[in-house]
């Protein structure tokens, strides 16, 4: 499929264990984004990524929470040390950028990986 | 100055009628406001969205209404169908500029049934 591809799509693990969560964007999307999406809530931004640089982390909740994307494609989203509190749907979405800056490009969204803290 | 409020939480229309979801935002440097629709197990995806230099758009059943004195903006659904019941979010972005990341600062949303 040409969509955003999250994976794994459900995450199950015990608290204290370190957590990867991989996003691979639609080809040829230069903007990335990962967002948290609690139960009955809307996506809460946690940072962002112009091809291969992290321009935007002021959401990342702490600093166990951190991500790259060290090829401008495939990102990894990584919380060291998981706590209960961390659970939730982690979403990640891309869009294309034109090149005079102008982002107002359609952000397409994964259908999230579920990751659960027991 | 970041938040957006959704209102209301959830909406039960019957099929035919108007759905009608409201938002407020708080920062005026927002430049792009885009609704977005989700389905059950899926990510949410863009649906319609609004710059603030226009007070309506209108796509099919869909039509954004934009009132940019009272920082407030709208979702009208027409003919509302049971195939549009989904969770509804609004959002604001700040697009322009180089510096601008246009990350989305989402509502609550909204949960609408359409009964057949």
């Known amino acids: 499929g040409a969509g955003v591809s999250q994976s794994p799509r459900y995450k199950v693990t015990k608290r204290g264990q370190d957590v990867a969560l991989r996003c691979d964007p639609i080809?040829?999307?230069?903007?990335l984004y990962w967002y948290r999406q609690a139960l009955g809530q809307g996506p809460e931004f946690l940072t962002y990524?112009?091809?291969?640089?992290?321009?935007?982390k002021s959401g990342l909740p702490n600093d166990r929470f951190s991500a790259e994307r060290p090829e401008g494609s495939i990102s990894t989203l990584t919380i060291q040390r998981t706590e209960q509190r961390d659970s939730a749907m982690y979403r990640c979405a891309s869009s294309l950028r034109s090149a005079g800056g102008y982002s107002n490009q359609p952000q397409h969204f994964g259908d999230g990986t579920r990751l659960s803290i027991l | 100055q970041q938040q957006v409020k959704q209102s209301p939480q959830s909406l039960i229309v019957q099929k035919g009628g108007i759905s009608i979801i409201n938002c407020a935002y708080e920062n005026t440097a927002f430049d792009y406001f885009p609704w977005y629709q989700q389905f059950p197990g899926k990510g949410p995806a863009l649906l319609i969205a609004i710059r603030p230099d226009v007070s309506e758009k209108k796509e099919g059943r869909f039509t954004i209404s934009f009132n940019k004195s009272a920082k407030q903006f709208s979702l009208h659904i027409m003919d509302s169908q049971p195939g549009d019941s989904a969770t509804y979010f609004c959002a604001a972005s700040l697009v322009h500029g180089s510096s601008n990341t246009g990350k989305l600062i989402f509502g609550q949303g909204t949960t609408l049934q359409v009964k057949p």
């Open positions: 080809s040829g999307h230069v903007s």
């Open positions: 990524f112009n091809y291969e640089a992290q321009q935007d």
